[in-house]
């Protein structure tokens, strides 16, 4: 069980790189756009706050892979982060895009159970 624990985790970790790099990085390309829904010139006005919400699920990533890296001791942090991922996850899916709570919300519920258990 803590292997899957742990394999969720990392899956989680990566996701939020993947967010770090389409937010900071991808915002006004055309990935960028398809996958947020947004025109050039909304992309443009939001960029700013796009690359600061990208710095923020890269805090997300760091923090798991850190819960990650500790080992069992790690616990209490890989609780925390995939806390923090399931409520980033469930106001994004409510406030957003319900495609959020599949995408964000699910794994890290999945994962925060699986840590529990093991």
């Known amino acids: 069980m803590p292997l899957l624990a742990h394999a969720v985790i990392a899956l989680v970790a990566l996701l939020h790189v993947w967010f770090l790099v389409l937010e900071m990085f991808l915002w006004e390309q055309?990935?960028?756009l398809r996958t947020f829904g947004q025109t050039r010139a909304a992309a443009a006005a939001s960029k700013v706050l796009a690359a600061n919400q990208g710095l923020?699920?890269?805090f997300l990533a760091a923090g798991l892979a850190w819960g990650l890296w500790l080992g069992p001791a790690g616990f209490g942090v890989k609780v925390f982060f995939l806390g923090c991922v399931l409520v980033a996850g469930i106001f994004g899916g409510l406030t957003a895009s319900r495609k959020i709570l599949l995408v964000?919300?699910?794994p890290a519920a999945l994962g925060l159970v699986l840590v529990v258990l093991s």
């Open 30 to 32: 055309p990935l960028g």
């Open 56 to 58: 923020y699920n890269g």
């Open 104 to 106: 964000q919300a699910l």
